[in-house]
């Protein structure tokens, strides 16, 4: 214990020291403290209420929802806001929850979990509840299949046993599998009308129990729906938090739960946040968060800024929009939102991974397996597209149909404001990769303020 000792100081420390710098969001002092000790995560005291987020996609938003209802009501949580998903980041998560001597001095910790490394460390943080978002087919290089992925959660479940609950979509074929041998709760929907777009992106097309063709008596998006198997039993899991109506336009639904059926509000019109919704408020009611007190909490949250964010200026409004370069359910995902979202819009691509000519972007292959399909919509007027790798996104928008006049090419992105033009659309959208949210903003800002300045140089006409 001596050595985990020495690491929780001397980390502690680093984290203060940090502080004192204004540096708050910064999990080096969970590094060190690995580092020192390496099974840290483990002889670390919890707070009486451990929650972890994983899953392909969701995390972040369904994360901070958590983290927000329960510091409303008056409860010391610990939770990485700015991300900070592995295990550098759970020790630092961890350590804030602890005093000096590894007492628990606060309530809860909420984990956000790179779902890669699930196996090698919640085994040792030993979570209450391991609510799984998806499991979708994510980077190549990383993520690999998503069976792999699969394979690595379950395996975390099955080390766990009785001592975690695991929460999980009902309407996802493959997670919905997931913790055979422990509590499973289960969240799901109806058909509520998406009218999805057919899609190249297939994570999931036979039965894995007897290799038939999955169908569908409704689909929500991507692979995500009311499956079943013709030739076996596979099928959607009853739900016990039921969406029974969901109006986006006017971001309500209707859940139900033990025949008993609650209006909540929606943080936005996107069909893949009414899921982040639903699994928080089932997470919150497994919890035992009272429904109404969750409807009235809902009512005062909104899509996290790291996701989305709004400006107006002169009747045209201007959004930084994440957007997962390499995730090709999460990609695509998006532009059918785009080409759904009935404005007239322009499109600023900021995809890239790696924004840097001598560091190209991790692969290529995503944009092929991507639905660029979606985005030869008429309602999408141009698609500005900026960095080393334009050449690459042209040739694909190309490919899947979207006319040449409607793309704008620009390698150096500090140019793309003045492409950026405001006649016969209603908004603009800048689609960045989510590593890179202060670009995003800086180049919303540029869009703006370019703007702001040709209405000055009218005015003095």
Known sequence: MLRFYFALWVSKLAMWVLKLRGSTEDDRPGLLANKICPDFLAKIAKPPLVITVTGTNGKSTTTALL????????????????????????????????????????????????????????????????????????????????????????????ELGDHTTAILNANDPISSQLAPHSRRVYYGMTDIGANPFENRVKDIAVCPKCGSLIKYHYRIYRHIGDFYCPD?????????YYVSACDLKNRKMTIVEDGEATEYPLISDAVYNVYNVLSCIAVLRELGEPKQEIADFMKTQQVTKIRETCVEYNGIKYYTYGTKSQNVSAASTVFEYMAKEPSDKDLVFLLDEMQDVNHPTETLTWLYETDYEFLNSPNIK????????????????????????????????????????????????????????????????????????????????
């Not at 076996?232 to 016990?240: H, L, M, S």
């Open 382 to 461: 141009r698609i500005i597209v900026g960095g080393h790798m334009f050449l690459n996104h042209k040739l694909r928008l190309l490919l899947a149909g979207v006319p040449e006049d409607r793309i704008v090419c620009i390698e150096n992105e500090a140019d793309i404001p003045k492409y950026v033009e405001r006649t016969g659309i209603q908004k603009v959208y800048v689609l960045f990769e989510i590593d890179f949210v202060s670009k995003a903003f800086h180049m919303r800002d540029a869009i703006v303020e370019k703007c702001k300045e040709e209405d000055k140089k009218n005015e003095k006409r």
């Open 232 to 240: 076996c039993d596979f099928k959607t899991p009853q739900a016990k």
């Open 67 to 158: 983290n927000n209802k329960l510091v409303a009501e008056g409860k010391k949580v610990s939770f990485n806001e700015w991300g900070a998903n592995m295990n550098a980041g759970y020790a630092v998560n961890l350590m804030r929850c602890v005093n000096i001597f590894n007492k628990p001095v606060y309530d809860v910790s909420i984990l956000e979990a790179d779902e890669r490394l699930l196996d090698t460390t919640m085994g040792m943080i030993k979570p209450n509840y391991i609510l799984v978002t998806n499991i979708c087919k994510d980077s190549l290089r990383r993520n690999g299949h998503p069976e792999f992925i699969f394979d690595i959660i379950n395996r975390t479940f099955e």
